[in-house]
């Protein structure tokens, strides 16, 4: 089995595990799959090293920020395929989700008492670097955490990248160093030792696993105190229907994909960033099937189009294009999160935008909404009101309308710091990979992350890049989107 690279393991307790105790614990946050795991396959090489069984607990809290029926649903989801893929090999499962706050903290702390090492998944966003730095205090053996979040290592940049274009180059100088180490595509069948639920015995019986055979989540989710607001999303989570979607886009979206992705009544994007955000599935899986698809191997790569959009790869338009998203704009968010500690605040727009933003601030809108119009689609622009209907239903957004549904809030909320609130609150709320580096980095992109001064000076926008439903309407064919997501306002 291979090893997991020193570049992907952060010891938040560098110490010796404790060899007396009865087997290796991977807690799982945010990597909730069985496939090209990193965090999973340390956990394996941790239990093979010291002969010892895994316990693989996957609790899924109460009180998240932002918490609702909508997301409890997909990661249920996906806790179901884990557990039947776990089934099947030594390791034991631990599925738990709360039916009161903070139940689960006191099983980690007892669970991690008889562990002999402590391996977590290591996100850079949302709750959870306090949540596993907090977590120290109740471990008291060695205790890692595992970026699995993409091809290229968040921690190792030595620094911050303001520009796509800068990252690109970064990426494409270093990636082909870091596809050595590729994640095992199975790691639990390397496990050795099987796992004997009797050292857990008496500790299920009082904090009860979930039992997928005869879990009802219907029942569940209804009796459950949590927002049903936000309702249900028709997207179904998981590993299986992740695998389903990955598969039904290289059968028919890819092929037209650096045409015809940016147009709403088209089917031809991935539509696999919620499964991505939740890690349902890999974006190494991802990246492996297009090369599969493609015949890409590493020596098509031609180094003299190094920070090119296109050329770099040597492949097809359809995969420079693809692996762009996939690559470069996904995983700069992550990048960003890990060097900038205020990622999600006005405060860490680039200076000329903040500038340009601040003159702008109290120039008369023709338009004002508040909060609770928006979230109501309840706006004079029919783009923006389908826009924002297929997020509030659906739990995502055509990624072309998403940067257009972004610049408008801008120029109707009050001022722009009250315009960055309203994307994030939304965003968050509704979206299934919101919460995420990647949905931060649309959502401060449309403020000038990222991005350059563009001319002419507007009104409200100041020197941000300017983009309108007009336009929109005139680029793309937009009548099957309005068609589907005007009827539902």
Same mark, same amino acid.
């Given at each position: 089995?291979?090893?997991?690279?020193?570049?992907?393991?952060?010891?938040?307790?560098d110490i010796e595990p404790d060899v007396? @105790?009865?087997?290796?614990?991977?807690?799982?946050?945010?990597?909730?799959?069985t496939s090209y795991n990193f965090a999973?396959?340390?956990?394996?090489?941790?239990?093979?090293?010291?002969?010892?069984?895994?316990? $693989?607990?996957? /609790?899924?809290?109460?009180?998240?920020?932002?918490?609702?029926?909508?997301?409890?649903?997909?990661?249920?989801?996906?806790?179901?395929?884990?557990?039947?893929?776990?089934?099947?090999?030594?390791?034991?499962?631990?599925?738990?989700?709360?039916?009161?706050?903070n139940a689960s903290e006191d099983l980690?702390? $007892?669970?991690?008492?008889?562990?002999?090492?402590?391996?977590?998944?290591?996100?850079?966003?949302?709750?959870?670097?306090?949540?596993?730095? =907090?977590? @120290?205090?109740?471990?008291?053996?060695?205790?890692?955490?595992?970026?699995?979040?993409?091809?290229? /290592?968040?921690?190792?940049?030595?620094?911050?990248?303001?520009?796509?274009?800068?990252?690109?180059?970064?990426?494409?100088?270093?990636?082909?160093?870091?596809?050595?180490?590729?994640?095992?595509?199975?790691?639990?069948?390397?496990?050795?030792?099987?796992?004997?639920?009797?050292? $857990?015995?008496?500790?299920?019986?009082?904090?009860?696993?979930?039992?997928?055979?005869?879990? %009802?989540?219907?029942?569940?989710?209804?009796?459950?105190?949590?927002?049903?607001?936000?309702?249900?999303?028709?997207?179904?989570?998981?590993? =299986?229907?992740?695998?389903?979607?990955?598969?039904?886009?290289?059968?028919?979206?890819?092929?037209?994909?650096?045409?015809?992705?940016?147009?709403?009544?088209?089917?031809?994007?991935?539509?696999?960033?919620?499964?991505?955000? #939740?890690?349902?599935?890999?974006?190494?899986?991802?990246?492996?099937?297009?090369?599969?698809?493609?015949? !890409?191997?590493?020596?098509?790569?031609?180094? #003299?189009?190094?920070?090119?959009?296109?050329?770099? *790869?040597?492949?097809?338009?359809?995969?420079?294009?693809?692996?762009?998203?996939?690559?470069?704009?996904?995983?700069?968010?992550?990048?960003?999160?890990?060097?900038?500690?205020?990622?999600?605040?006005?405060?860490?727009?680039?200076? !000329? #935008?903040?500038?340009?933003?601040?003159?702008?601030?109290?120039?008369?809108?023709?338009?004002?909404?508040?909060?609770?119009?928006?979230? %109501?689609?309840?706006?004079?622009?029919?783009? *923006?009101?389908?826009?924002?209907?297929?997020?509030?239903?659906?739990?995502?957004?055509?990624?072309?309308?998403?940067?257009?549904?972004?610049?408008?809030?801008?120029?109707?909320?009050?001022?722009?710091?009250?315009?960055?609130?309203?994307? $994030?609150?939304?965003?968050?709320?509704?979206?299934?990979?919101?919460?995420?580096? %990647?949905?931060?980095?649309?959502?401060?992109?449309?403020?000038?992350?990222?991005?350059?001064?563009?001319?002419?000076?507007?009104?409200?926008?100041?020197?941000?890049?300017?983009?309108?439903?007009?336009?929109?309407?005139? =680029?793309?064919?937009?009548?099957?989107?309005?068609?589907?997501?005007?009827?539902?306002?």
């Amino acid at each position: 089995m291979n090893l997991v690279p020193d570049n992907r393991i952060t010891a938040l307790k560098d110490i010796e595990p404790d060899v007396d @105790k009865e087997f290796v614990l991977y807690w799982v946050i945010n990597f909730k799959r069985t496939s090209y795991n990193f965090a999973l396959q340390r956990a394996v090489e941790w239990a093979n090293k010291l002969n010892k069984p895994l316990l $693989i607990f996957d /609790p899924l809290i109460l009180d998240y920020p932002m918490s609702s029926v909508r997301f409890h649903k997909f990661f249920l989801e996906g806790m179901k395929d884990i557990d039947e893929d776990i089934s099947k090999t030594k390791a034991f499962y631990y599925p738990y989700a709360e039916e009161t706050p903070n139940a689960s903290e006191d099983l980690l702390t $007892i669970l991690s008492s008889k562990a002999a090492v402590v391996v977590t998944d290591d996100y850079p966003t949302y709750f959870v670097p306090q949540m596993t730095a =907090k977590a @120290k205090g109740v471990i008291n053996t060695r205790y890692e955490i595992i970026d699995a979040n993409g091809l290229i /290592p968040i921690r190792i940049a030595e620094k911050e990248y303001v520009r796509a274009h800068d990252f690109r180059r970064y990426m494409h100088k270093n990636l082909l160093d870091f596809l050595v180490d590729v994640p095992e595509e199975n790691p639990l069948n390397k496990l050795e030792v099987e796992f004997d639920d009797k050292l $857990i015995k008496d500790i299920d019986s009082k904090w009860n696993k979930i039992n997928f055979e005869t879990f %009802n989540q219907e029942d569940f989710l209804n009796n459950l105190n949590i927002d049903k607001t936000v309702k249900e999303s028709p997207i179904i989570g998981g590993y =299986k229907k992740a695998k389903e979607r990955l598969d039904y886009f290289l059968e028919n979206g890819y092929n037209d994909y650096a045409t015809l992705r940016s147009h709403p009544s088209e089917d031809a994007s991935s539509q696999l960033s919620p499964y991505l955000h #939740a890690g349902h599935i890999s974006p190494y899986e991802i990246f492996v099937k297009v090369n599969e698809l493609e015949s !890409w191997s590493m020596e098509n790569v031609n180094p #003299a189009f190094v920070g090119r959009r296109q050329g770099w *790869w040597g492949g097809s338009e359809n995969l420079e294009s693809f692996f762009d998203e996939l690559i470069t704009w996904r995983e700069l968010g992550y990048h960003t999160c890990v060097t900038r500690a205020n990622y999600d605040q006005y405060s860490s727009l680039p200076e !000329w #935008a903040i500038k340009t933003l601040e003159e702008h601030a109290n120039d008369p809108r023709e338009y004002v909404y508040s909060l609770q119009q928006l979230v %109501n689609s309840e706006t004079h622009d029919e783009i *923006w009101n389908a826009a924002q209907t297929q997020l509030r239903e659906e739990g995502i957004i055509h990624n072309y309308l998403r940067m257009l549904w972004a610049k408008k809030i801008l120029e109707w909320a009050p001022n722009p710091k009250l315009a960055l609130s309203y994307m $994030i609150d939304l965003n968050d709320r509704f979206a299934l990979d919101g919460r995420d580096p %990647n949905s931060y980095s649309g959502v401060f992109w449309s403020l000038g992350r990222y991005d350059r001064a563009w001319g002419p000076e507007r009104k409200i926008y100041g020197k941000i890049r300017y983009m309108t439903s007009e336009n929109t309407a005139k =680029k793309f064919k937009l009548g099957g989107y309005l068609e589907k997501y005007g009827s539902k306002i």
